[in-house]
């Protein structure tokens, strides 16, 4: 069955782009043009995916990703924004988005990101089998989160996919590239800053102090690895 993807923007011709190259790639969608309307058809058709723009009429995309991301952890959102700065990315994943593009964007990279965000997902409702590592931290693949001395600490789902990679290979340094392909899935089109973001987002949840990291900690000039061995 074909996957139906949720297309939220005000602007009716990137609407009709992206939904004119989806169906191209075999994907279904439905289309919302202002934020009550794509909180309905969320709601109403919970698609496998949401391609959700900042600037909307009536309720703005950091609204929605939050009112979804308070009952829905795992439906991939996209975040589109015309807006080029760190403060827009970082509040999309703040709260809860699993990636942003920026426009103008390549039709292509837009479908290998829905792609390897439905990918991940299907993977992660697939596998339910929990990685254990020292307490006080305990990664729960059923919960979909990680506990801090028995406190959830509410990841978003890039973050505990982050997590459960870098943890399944303990001590093991994984290059900013190397994190976006295996965890972002992308191959050519990913954004380096998102994995220091997120691996900052990630620190600031299970660390006890995140400028003096204990789990997830730098190799200077190589990228991040999981230290599993916690006194």
Known sequence: MAKTILIVDDERQIVDILKFNLQKEGFETTEAYDGQEALLKYETERPALILLDVMLPHVDGFEICRRIRQTDKLTPIIMLTAREEETDMV???????DDYIIKPFQNRAVIARVRANIRRTDEVIGELTAVTTAEPLLIDDD????????????????????LRFLAASPRHVFSREELLRDVWQYDYFGDLRS?????????????????????????????????????
Not at 91 to 97: K, P, S, T, Y
Not at 225 to 231: G, L, T
Request: proline share 3%; no cysteine.
């Open 143 to 162: 919960r979909f989160d990680a506990f801090v001395n028995g406190t959830a600490a509410e990841l978003t789902p890039r973050e505990f996919e982050l």
């Open 91 to 97: 509040m999309g994943l703040d709260l809860g988005a």
């Open 195 to 231: 994995v220091d973001v997120a691996i900052r987002r990630l620190r600031e949840k299970i660390e006890a102090d995140s400028a003096n990291p204990k789990y997830v900690l730098t190799k200077r000039g190589v990228g991040y690895y999981f230290e599993s061995s916690v006194e």
